[in-house]
């Protein structure tokens, strides 16, 4: 029950910051809008599949959202291409303030990771807010002897099927690369 608390206080916390991050950038785009924002749906892109971390995450907010707003908010997945697919979709999206992506740092790492992209993400795209911090970790047995998992995973050359990761920008690619340098 505590991690359930734990993790509705955490949601809670990331839909108060995406509200006033949301409310200021209304606020500042006042002179362009007409009418109150929203003043109809808002869709919040995730370019990841459905099920994953960031559409549950997204999905939870969009919630809240739609209860405060009395709007639709629709979560719309666009996969593919490391999330270049969905990306490219909100950039090509026309510019009302009405289609959000919610992204991970696969976004900034598409650049070194792949030679050609669709879009500039730090020409094309602006941060709106930082919905959640995560910790990236590799836990091992306690039976298991700390000096002998160290030696492995500084040795570990040949990827395997429990060793991979998918997608060119994913974050477990990336720390791949790394064990592996």
């Not at 006042?30 to 990841?48: E, F, M």
């Not at 047995?141 to 060119?168: C, D, M, V």
């Amino acid at each position: 029950m505590k991690i359930l608390s734990q993790r509705k206080t955490f949601i809670n916390a990331s839909l108060c910051i995406f509200l006033g991050a949301a409310l200021a950038a209304s606020i500042a785009n006042t002179a362009h809008a007409q009418g109150d924002y929203p003043s109809r749906a808002l869709k919040i892109v995730v370019p990841y599949p459905a099920g994953a971390g960031s559409d549950a995450m997204a999905r939870a907010i969009a919630d809240k959202l739609q209860k405060s707003w009395g709007q639709p908010v629709i979560v719309e997945n666009r996969t593919g291409a490391s999330g270049t697919i969905g990306n490219q979709y909100v950039v090509k999206a026309p510019a009302d303030g009405y289609t959000l992506l919610y992204s991970n740092t696969s976004l900034i790492q598409q650049p070194w990771m792949m030679s050609k992209l669709p879009y500039d993400p730090l020409k094309n795209l602006a941060p709106l807010v930082i919905v959640s911090a995560s910790t990236t970790l590799w836990l091992y047995q306690k039976s298991i002897p700390r000096p002998q998992l160290s030696k492995s995973l500084l040795n570990w050359q040949k990827p395997t099927q429990e060793s991979t990761a998918s997608g060119a920008g994913a974050l477990a690619v990336v720390l791949t690369f790394i064990v592996k340098c």
